[in-house]
């Protein structure tokens, strides 16, 4: 069997497109979803590497970190007394892998770095990954003696194999849906230390490929793996993944139901590593989005947001902003793939969120964004809380001469903002451009900059908290994602009081005038 490679063309920055939309769904997507391996009596790790390695930080009480409590009392002073958290699954959680591989071929390590090093622990038994990851790795390491695979030395700049990304596809109509989590299947990245398919040592590469593929493929005893990809890095930084990706063998097409909708996601799009958790996630955040909206999804990878609203919610129109170039493929493939009665305009453009924020955010009712860990960029923060003061001044001059939209003269940029005029409905970009959103919806995974970053957007009263939930996105490592509404403006029943408190004064102040 030859391996088949492919090649990406990747030479427009934006993808618009007209799609037309289902009905919402009736069932809550936990019908759809086995319980959580954990649901017994203890939410503990039991991992025989805890402590070794530096995945999990935490190894009791994993259904409720303590960041919870935090939460609750941060939500509590702004306002929002029922802060809820999800559990999820507490073990097995993790559908998305990315591990380093290091040692010797033969005594290789698969695996995280040991805090503080670059040492890499071999984790064969980790409870986060979901069991066929680790049963992947097995295969790897298997292929890595028998082949006389070279894993990576950091220090010499050596060796073949330096990391290998894992992603399960849990999408599998073939079975009952109870049954489609545990029998996922997994995409091998491996990230070979060479430039391209051309080196010396693609010899190599594709007979580790096909190892794989006779093991786990789908025509093997039993069937673990979905396809095989290479991804080509050189560089000696810390960067994991080169530009270069192929398809070795297997299916390209990796698909994942999620948000009421089928999702592509290649290896090179950002995805989210616990999908249960983010699929309760998005049926939680899809109640907070008027139906018939105009949706921004700011930091929207492949659009997984953006399009799960469009589909659920009849969006009137989705803008979805990204800064990486490789999550479009993903985008254009989910898009070809939804159901015909859609009736969205959607787009997806590349581009950097703090450029000129306020471009991407007017004409919208509701702006969606999840950042990295890092937080919000202070222009994005900046313009969020521009335009809702703007909203508030009745005589204030338009919002777009107030924001400098006009002044725009980047080609991309306007490039970007052409595509996303689009005919139908009667709307068109012209007529509402001065639509000023109502509401944020701001999905964390970072606490720390979140609380910096809701601080500053309720400061001036340009936003306020008006629900918030948490989601046991990584069990164990003691982090929460934080889904937090905002609407608008001051919180109504502050303005209340004051308008009460006037009242008040003036009734005083008549009587002691009589
Ligand atoms: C936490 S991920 C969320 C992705 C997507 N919403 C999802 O759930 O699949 C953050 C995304 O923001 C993108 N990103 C990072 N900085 C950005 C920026 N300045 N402008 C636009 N996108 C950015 C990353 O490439 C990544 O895809």
Known sequence: ??????????????????????????????????????????SALQCPHFEACSGCSHELHLHRPVVVDEATDFFKSMGVSDFTFDSCRVREWRCRAKLAVRGSPLNPLIGLYEEGTHNVVDIPQCKAHHPNINATVEILRRG??????????????????????????????????????????VQVSLVWNSRNENSPSAKKLNELALFLW??????????????????????????????????????????????GIDISLDPSSFAQANTQAFESLLWKLQKYVPYGASVTDLYA?????????????????????????????????????????????????????????????????????????????????????????????????????????KEEKRPWILRAREASV??????????????????LIYISCGWESFKEDCKALVSSKAWHVQKAHGFNFFPGTGSIEVLAIFKRGPREQLKKKKTEKKRKKRLHDKKSCQ
């Not at 289902?22 to 086995?34: K, V």
């Not at 493929?217 to 990706?245: C, D, M, Y």
């Open 214 to 259: 006779r093991n786990g493929g789908s025509k093997s005893e039993v069937p673990l793996i979905h396809s095989v990809w290479a991804n080509f890095q050189t560089s000696t930084n810390n960067v994991i993944f080169g530009n270069r990706w192929r398809l070795l063998l297997g299916d390209r097409e990796f698909w994942e139901h999620i948000g």
């Open 422 to 439: 689009h005919a139908g409905k009667g709307w068109t970009l012209q007529s509402n451009k001065e639509l000023i959103p109502e509401i």
């Open 1 to 42: 069997m030859s391996p088949h490679l492919l090649s990406f063309s990747m030479s427009y920055p934006v993808f618009t497109c007209r799609v037309s939309a289902i009905s919402p769904p009736r069932s809550s997507p936990s019908c759809a979803l086995p319980p959580p391996l954990s649901s017994g009596s203890s």
């Open 144 to 185: 890595i003696k028998q082949l006389n695979i070279e894993p990576y030395d950091e220090d010499q700049g050596t060796g073949d194999l330096r990391y290998v990304l894992m992603a399960v596809t849990t999408y599998n109509t073939s079975l009952p849906s109870s049954e489609r989590y545990i029998n996922g299947r």
């Open 301 to 405: 990878g492949a659009g997984v947001i953006g399009l799960s609203l469009a589909a659920t919610r009849k969006c009137r129109s989705v803008k979805c902003v990204e800064i990486n170039k490789d999550s479009k493929q993903s985008f254009e493939k989910t898009v070809e793939r939804f159901p015909k009665s859609v009736d969205s305009s959607i787009s997806w453009h590349q581009a950097d969120a703090s450029i000129k924020p306020s471009s991407w955010l007017m004409g919208s009712d509701v702006i969606v964004v999840d950042p990295p860990r890092k937080g919000l960029e202070p222009s994005l923060i900046d313009a969020l809380q521009m335009i809702a003061l703007v909203g508030r001044k009745e005589k204030s001059p338009s919002p777009e001469g107030y924001l400098n939209v």
